[in-house]
């Protein structure tokens, strides 16, 4: 079959970095077909050139064999390419039918698109109701807000970045559905993902990325998960060995903590009971917006409370700060790396200097140790394979993944008595998900106390020794891992806990 979109010899370079260099590859109608590569591969420069973000250097670019050079999105669209991207662009105080019609040139009166948006929305599965508003959706619900978005436009190109990292089992099937739909229908699906079973069991082809180049192509049904993720990296991939757990003492204690939510469309946490051992891995499952932000912040002080319903190690902490529970050796790793987690326009240096300026002693008498804050800060990035140019650079320069690993990097290296990290491995190729994953054993096996909050089945199940579901601001008694499927525990991330969630108020 002649391909609907061919690239040919694409090259964009930025100051110090070659993104993408000399990429070719063509993409059928109907294909679904996968971009893999690690974080900084240039998967991101390349679909942002196909959507008309980017301009590329050299290269060109066909549709049906016409030239295609998208000057804006619009142009993009107006030639049948469509994007999802992985971060949302939705308002949460207007309705669905109001945030599509923003993103239309010319929309129709409103009655008109409410029901474009239901026949679109009730042909490929989506359950969308244009009157709602975005801020009572849940993650699930406001991607297909997105898709719904894109097929009003007809797309005959369809991106979509990292399209399930926040779905649950049954939303990502409820997704699959959809594009398998799509793609009889002509539609080519341009699939990036880190999940590599996902990728096998949907993409038709693969093309493999690397430092920016081509360096393969496979059909991924014919691989396994671990030859994808050799494939990326170029190295043999490392997993954690399993170990056998055996909880040491308490160190961090909850007891009844209810929270009222900060804003309009923030969770509420609803009596909450939990207790994270000495060398235990405790990971906590949830769809967004279920109330893990807000447990986050709780944990690491940035939210206080009253009482005693916070414990380390049988001290109240509940209405200390974040650097004083660093000071009692209780450190958190936020979700958003950067803005949060780190400050884009500081150096590494500086960053690590951010929170370890106590624990490591990084500064004396009111005047930063230079020498000795770069020393730390060259320790993570060797320790932690963060690719980089060296610790002067600024944190925005770094890959998502090379951030991520500098951040978890950064707290593990504190040695912390506990550990608070939510979504550690979010949006990072299997190389970098591995060195986190391993990390975070390591310091638990030392004795350090892990709370990982995550979306992320199976890196759950493969580092965590207990397991709850935090679901509509409630906590699930936490378990041994193993001993719920991934489909039960994909309804209990949907709400149906049938009795196990904890309501002592109930």
Same mark, same amino acid.
């Given at each position: 079959?002649?391909?609907?979109?061919?690239?040919? $010899?694409?090259?964009?370079?930025?100051? /110090?970095?070659?993104?993408?260099?000399?990429?070719?590859? %063509?993409?059928?109608?109907?294909?679904?077909?996968?971009?893999? $590569?690690?974080?900084?591969?240039?998967?991101?420069?390349?679909?942002?050139?196909?959507? $008309?973000?980017? !301009?590329?250097?050299?290269?060109?670019?066909?549709?049906?064999?016409?030239?295609?050079?998208?000057?804006?999105?619009?142009?993009?669209?107006?030639?049948?390419?469509?994007?999802?991207?992985?971060?949302?662009?939705?308002?949460?105080?207007?309705?669905?039918? %109001?945030?599509? #019609?923003? +993103?239309?040139?010319?929309?129709?009166?409103?009655?008109?698109?409410?029901?474009?948006?239901?026949?679109?929305?009730?042909?490929? $599965?989506?359950?969308?109701?244009?009157?709602?508003?975005?801020?009572?959706?849940?993650?699930?619900?406001?991607?297909?807000?997105?898709?719904?978005?894109?097929?009003?436009?007809?797309?005959?190109?369809?991106?979509?970045?990292?399209?399930? @990292?926040?779905?649950?089992?049954?939303?990502?099937?409820?997704?699959?559905?959809?594009?398998?739909?799509?793609?009889?229908?002509?539609?080519?699906?341009?699939?990036?993902?880190?999940?590599?079973?996902?990728?096998?069991?949907?993409?038709?082809?693969?093309?493999?990325?690397?430092?920016?180049?081509?360096?393969?192509?496979?059909?991924?049904?014919?691989?396994?998960?671990?030859?994808? #993720?050799?494939?990326?990296?170029?190295?043999?991939? !490392?997993?954690?060995?399993?170990?056998?757990?055996?909880?040491?003492?308490?160190?961090?204690?909850?007891?009844?903590?209810?929270?009222?939510?900060?804003?309009?469309?923030?969770?509420?946490?609803?009596?909450?009971?939990?207790?994270?051992?000495?060398?235990?891995?405790?990971?906590?499952?949830?769809?967004?917006?279920?109330?893990?932000?807000?447990?986050?912040?709780?944990?690491?002080?940035?939210?206080?409370?009253?009482?005693?319903?916070?414990?380390? %190690?049988?001290?109240?902490?509940?209405?200390? /700060?974040?650097?004083?529970?660093?000071?009692?050796?209780?450190?958190?790793?936020?979700?958003?790396?950067?803005?949060?987690?780190?400050?884009?326009?500081?150096?590494?240096?500086?960053?690590?200097?951010?929170?370890?300026?106590?624990?490591?002693?990084?500064?004396?008498?009111?005047?930063?140790?230079?020498?000795?804050?770069?020393?730390?800060?060259?320790?993570?990035?060797?320790?932690?394979?963060?690719?980089?140019?060296?610790? +002067?650079?600024?944190?925005?320069?770094? @890959?998502? /993944?090379?951030?991520?690993?500098?951040?978890? +990097?950064?707290?593990?290296?504190?040695?912390?008595?506990?550990?608070?990290?939510?979504?550690?491995?979010?949006?990072?190729?299997?190389?970098?998900?591995?060195?986190?994953?391993?990390?975070?054993?390591?310091?638990?096996?030392?004795?350090?106390?892990?709370?990982?909050?995550?979306?992320?089945?199976?890196?759950?199940?493969?580092?965590?020794?207990?397991? #709850?579901?935090? %679901?509509?601001?409630?906590?699930?008694?936490?378990?041994?891992?193993?001993?719920?499927?991934?489909?039960?525990?994909?309804?209990?991330? +949907?709400?149906?806990?049938?009795?196990?969630?904890?309501?002592?108020?109930?």
């Amino acid at each position: 079959m002649s391909a609907l979109l061919s690239v040919e $010899g694409l090259t964009k370079a930025y100051p /110090g970095v070659l993104a993408n260099s000399d990429i070719s590859f %063509e993409v059928a109608p109907g294909e679904v077909h996968a971009l893999l $590569g690690e974080n900084g591969a240039g998967k991101s420069t390349l679909v942002k050139t196909i959507y $008309g973000l980017v !301009t590329p250097d050299e290269g060109r670019m066909f549709i049906d064999g016409t030239l295609f050079e998208p000057r804006g999105p619009q142009a993009a669209r107006a030639a049948g390419v469509s994007m999802v991207f992985q971060h949302f662009s939705l308002f949460e105080a207007l309705n669905v039918a %109001e945030n599509i #019609a923003l +993103g239309m040139a010319n929309p129709p009166g409103r009655q008109e698109l409410s029901q474009k948006i239901r026949d679109i929305a009730n042909a490929y $599965g989506l359950s969308v109701d244009p009157d709602r508003l975005v801020g009572d959706l849940s993650v699930g619900e406001r991607q297909r807000v997105e898709i719904v978005r894109c097929l009003l436009q007809k797309p005959r190109i369809l991106i979509m970045d990292e399209p399930t @990292s926040v779905l649950t089992p049954q939303e990502v099937n409820t997704l699959f559905t959809t594009l398998r739909k799509l793609s009889a229908e002509g539609v080519a699906i341009l699939y990036i993902s880190h999940k590599l079973e996902e990728i096998r069991a949907l993409c038709d082809r693969a093309t493999i990325l690397r430092s920016g180049r081509v360096v393969g192509a496979c059909r991924p049904a014919e691989k396994t998960a671990r030859q994808l #993720a050799e494939m990326m990296i170029g190295l043999e991939l !490392t997993r954690p060995l399993p170990r056998l757990f055996t909880p040491g003492d308490p160190l961090l204690k909850i007891r009844d903590l209810t929270v009222p939510a900060s804003s309009p469309f923030g969770t509420t946490l609803k009596s909450i009971d939990l207790t994270l051992h000495k060398g235990e891995v405790l990971g906590i499952a949830g769809v967004a917006g279920n109330g893990q932000d807000e447990l986050m912040d709780v944990l690491s002080g940035e939210t206080r409370v009253k009482g005693d319903a916070i414990r380390l %190690e049988q001290r109240e902490i509940g209405a200390l /700060g974040p650097n004083r529970r660093r000071m009692l050796g209780l450190l958190a790793a936020p979700e958003e790396r950067l803005g949060h987690a780190a400050a884009g326009d500081m150096s590494l240096a500086d960053n690590a200097y951010l929170t370890g300026r106590k624990r490591q002693r990084l500064d004396y008498r009111g005047f930063i140790k230079k020498a000795t804050t770069e020393n730390f800060a060259r320790a993570i990035v060797s320790r932690f394979d963060v690719r980089t140019p060296g610790v +002067g650079t600024l944190a925005r320069a770094l @890959s998502g /993944g090379n951030l991520q690993k500098f951040v978890i +990097g950064r707290e593990i290296m504190q040695r912390p008595g506990v550990l608070v990290v939510n979504q550690p491995t979010w949006g990072v190729d299997a190389h970098a998900a591995a060195t986190i994953r391993t990390a975070l054993r390591d310091l638990a096996a030392e004795g350090t106390g892990v709370l990982i909050i995550s979306q992320d089945l199976d890196e759950l199940m493969e580092i965590a020794d207990m397991f #709850a579901v935090l %679901e509509s601001g409630r906590l699930t008694v936490p378990q041994r891992t193993g001993s719920l499927t991934i489909e039960e525990i994909g309804l209990m991330m +949907g709400g149906s806990t049938k009795g196990a969630v904890q309501d002592a108020h109930a």
